[in-house]
C-alpha cells in the first residue's frame, strides 16, 4: 500500500494517474447528480399530474353528488340513443 502510494505521489506518471482518477470520480459523481435531478424533475411532473386528475376527478364527483337521479341517467347515457322514457321513469322517485 505504501509503495503504491509513494508511487502516486513521488513520480509524474503516478500523479498524472492520480489526477485522472481524481477527475473520473467526479465526472461519476457530477453525472449521478445530473441524472438524479433529471429523475427529480420528472417525479415532481408526475405527481403535478396525479395532483390535477385527482383535483378534477373529485370536482366531478361534487357534480355528480348534486344531480337527482333522472340527471343522472341523463348525464351517463347522454346521446347513446337511449329512449327518454328510460331514465324518464326516473323522475320523482325520491
Known amino acids: 500500500m505504501?509503495?503504491?502510494?509513494?508511487?502516486?505521489?513521488?513520480?509524474r506518471a503516478g500523479?498524472?494517474?492520480?489526477?485522472?482518477?481524481?477527475?473520473?470520480a467526479l465526472a461519476v459523481i457530477v453525472y449521478h447528480q445530473i441524472r438524479q435531478?433529471?429523475?427529480d424533475d420528472a417525479e415532481q411532473a408526475t405527481l403535478k399530474q396525479t395532483v390535477k386528475v385527482?383535483?378534477?376527478r373529485?370536482?366531478?364527483d361534487g357534480?355528480?353528488?348534486d344531480l337527482d337521479d333522472y340527471n343522472l341517467c341523463r348525464e351517463y347515457l347522454g346521446?347513446?340513443?337511449?329512449?327518454?322514457?328510460?331514465?324518464?321513469?326516473?323522475?320523482?322517485?325520491h
Open 79 to 93: 346521446d347513446r340513443s337511449v329512449p327518454d322514457g328510460e331514465c324518464e321513469q326516473l323522475r320523482g322517485l
Open 37 to 39: 435531478g433529471a429523475f
Open 54 to 56: 385527482e383535483q378534477e
Open 58 to 60: 373529485k370536482r366531478d
Open 63 to 65: 357534480h355528480l353528488q
Open 15 to 24: 500523479r498524472a494517474i492520480a489526477a485522472a482518477l481524481l477527475l473520473i
Open 2 to 11: 505504501t509503495a503504491a502510494l509513494s508511487f502516486l505521489i513521488g513520480t
